[in-house]
């Protein structure tokens, strides 16, 4: 079954620390890969998402994401957080053509001022 | 303002009772999800509607009843629930259900609480 990995469920960063958060997958087909952001209190929202092309995807608020193939991952990274980026952040993947959304359990990230 | 509405945003519940969550999206999209979102567990896919049609039932309990009249509405039917049920159910839309187009959106939740 098609699974994906976050490898920390909580991050504690200091602002201006760089960041990067891991996400693996399991499935060996073509994938779409995509980055969620949930702020307290907020809904889930896109922070950037990879269908093809060029492998180092760039989202909103600084935030980018590599996604390589031979590791079956896809890491977030920004390279200097900000205290309003304290957030629970989420990995999903989905095969080319298939409804099956598949979500890491979430890596909650902590920006200490 | 999310273009993903959903009511109520709370939910307190009896394990005899039935009621029912409901989703409004306003972004024009084909395809709406419900999610289930536990407490340190991935969120969970329950259910996929495309163009009105259920598409996809991950292995959810029949005391889940999903519901699609239209494109731009869901709901999602609750009768004799479990306490384990209690999670945060989110509803999400996409343009589509394929490639590029299972960009999701989500609503806020309903947070529910089963006693």
């Known amino acids: 079954a098609q699974s994906v990995s976050q490898h920390n469920h909580h991050v504690i960063l200091s602002e201006a620390a760089s960041l990067e958060l891991g996400c693996n997958y399991s499935y060996g087909g073509t994938v779409n890969l995509f980055w969620y952001v949930q702020y307290p209190g907020q809904h889930l929202q896109l922070l950037l998402k990879y269908f093809s092309g060029d492998p180092l995807v760039k989202g909103i608020k600084g935030f980018e994401a590599e996604f390589i193939k031979s590791k079956f991952s896809f890491n977030l990274r920004k390279p200097s957080v900000q205290w309003s980026d304290t957030a629970e952040y989420f990995c999903?993947?989905?095969?080319?053509?298939?409804?099956?959304?598949?979500f890491g359990a979430g890596t909650r990230l902590t920006v200490k001022p | 303002e999310t273009g993903v509405t959903q009511t109520p945003r709370h939910l307190v519940m009896g394990m005899t009772n039935k009621k029912s969550l409901k989703c409004e999206q306003h972004l024009g999209h084909n395809a709406m999800y419900w999610y289930k979102q536990s407490a340190k567990k991935p969120l969970e896919l329950m259910f996929v509607?495309?163009?009105?049609?259920?598409?996809e039932n991950n292995s959810v309990p029949s005391r889940f009843s999903p519901e699609c009249p239209n494109s731009s509405h869901l709901f999602l039917h609750l009768h004799t629930l479990q306490p384990e049920d209690s999670a945060l159910y989110l509803c999400a839309s996409s343009p589509g259900t394929s490639g590029p187009y299972n960009e999701q959106f989500f609503g806020p939740g309903t947070r529910l609480t089963v006693l």
């Open positions: 509607y495309s163009l009105e049609e259920r598409v």
């Open positions: 999903a993947v989905n095969r080319y053509n298939n409804n099956d959304m598949r």
